[in-house]
């Protein structure tokens, strides 16, 4: 059986949340849209690595899930990152089951997202054993401030890996 690309993207795509789970998905739900980013790649012998990059997220699986893109560097360039986030509302634990795949550098993570305070903070493991924080900070409506952060166990310090300073491009 053969389906064509824009099947499966109508099927995967929605307009939105359902109403009885609008609510729950303010948390990202103010991402829907696309952007655009610098990146900062923080190397342990202390010296940064510049990229222009772009995101992109959208609602999906009837409106019950928000999926984005990561892209680096910005197309039409080669890419050194192409991978997609999965966010899943779970009312049972009250937060975010997050799934991050990076297929072109085998990059993957799992973890839990909730509000803390202005910001949003997802905490857990990635494919290498490593824990991970992400953030996302100094959000507006236009912008953001994402740190990725990893650790090798709970005693250890966070130590920033990545940042991208993001904005708006369209709605």
Sequence with gaps: MTMTVSA????LGSEGPPADRA??????????????????????????????????FGWVLEGRAIQDI?????????????????????????G????????????YSRQIGRAEGKDIVQI???????KTRWRFT???????HWIGEERSSESDPWLITYEHFARRTHP
């Design 70 to 94: 990561w892209i680096r560097p910005r197309r039409p360039a080669p890419s050194t990152m192409y991978g997609t986030t999965l966010r899943i509302f779970d009312l049972g634990i009250g």
């Design 138 to 144: 100094e959000i507006t409506a236009n912008s953001f």
């Design 96 to 107: 975010w089951h997050i799934i991050w795949a990076d297929p072109l550098n085998q990059d």
């Design 23 to 56: 609510k729950d998905m303010d948390l990202y739900g103010w991402l829907i849209g696309s952007w655009e980013m610098d990146t900062v790649r923080h190397l342990d012998d202390g010296t940064i690595q510049k990229w222009t990059g772009e995101c992109h």
């Design 8 to 11: 499966f993207l109508t099927a």
């Design 124 to 130: 857990g493991d990635d494919s290498r054993g490593l």
